[in-house]
């Protein structure tokens, strides 16, 4: 075995500096959840993008994140509270911007897709453990994310996407990541059309979408609901 596999595999330590090597998410989930333990990570951390979390800190050591959320250690007891997206939406956006985020949110809650606080400024949808959509607001602005076509779990997506329109509306919607950092770039063909640098993070991010790509997120919404469950299906027979 080569020097280099060899530390691969050894643990991380809080003096590494970010940036200065190749470390996977679960490499990441691991070192936090002991360092933390699972109630911080679970509450703080658990549903963070590990891309964003580490881009954003690049030059730094990964005792500077221990930093940050080690205050909780003290009080784990405390109950957190969890705004709701509402709520949320309500205090920060305004005008149609608002109601189009709310008619899509409780489009998602009659669906059965609720999204759930991820912490910050996060929502993640999700369907049976697999996350449909991510949801940040941030000043007068929302932004949805639709899962990475990816995902080797969402292999088959092509097969229930044949609408014109939405695939023009996912095209012209497809994320190349300005996310700093980001580890998940590869080339893909996407219903037909090939990309570069595709992230693996999020298939497409539409800001403030209109009346019109709320439609389209909608179906898109209920079509990746679909392939979650014939998948799980498909694995319990």
């Given amino acids: 075995m080569s020097e280099q596999h060899k530390s691969q595999k050894e643990p991380l330590t809080e003096d590494i ?3 200065s090597k190749k470390i996977s998410a679960a490499e990441l989930r691991k ?8 109630y911080v990570y679970n509450e703080k ?19 500077s994140i221990l930093d940050e959320y080690s205050s909780y250690k003290a009080d784990k007891d405390k109950k957190i509270v969890k705004p709701t997206l509402e709520e949320i939406a309500n205090n920060r956006l305004s005008g149609d911007i608002k109601a189009n985020l709310l008619g899509f949110v409780a489009f ?19 369907h049976k453990g697999k996350a449909i959509c991510h949801i940040s607001i941030d000043n007068q602005n929302y932004t949805l ?7 080797p779990w969402f292999a088959d997506y092509d097969k229930y996407i044949a609408n014109k329109d939405l695939i023009q ?65 498909a694995n319990k027979g």
């Avoid at 994310?145 to 995902?151: A, D, E, L, N």
Wanted: hydrophobic fraction near 40%.
């Fill in 17 to 19: 500096i970010i940036g």
């Fill in 31 to 38: 070192f936090f959840k002991k360092e933390l333990g699972p």
């Fill in 45 to 63: 951390i658990g549903e963070l993008n590990f891309t964003h979390l580490m881009g954003n800190r690049k030059g730094k050591t990964l005792k």
């Fill in 108 to 126: 998602l809650r009659a669906e059965k897709i609720s999204p759930g606080f991820g912490g910050g400024r996060w929502w993640v949808a999700k």
């Fill in 145 to 151: 994310q639709i899962t990475s076509f990816t995902r």
């Fill in 169 to 233: 509306f996912i095209w012209d919607n497809i994320q190349i990541p300005t996310c700093t950092g980001c580890k998940g770039r590869q080339n893909a063909t996407i219903l037909g059309k090939q990309f570069k640098a595709v992230c693996n993070c999020a298939g497409m991010v539409v800001k403030n979408p209109d009346s019109t790509k709320i439609e389209h997120l909608k179906k898109l919404a209920l079509i990746i609901k679909q392939y979650i469950a014939d998948l799980t299906a």
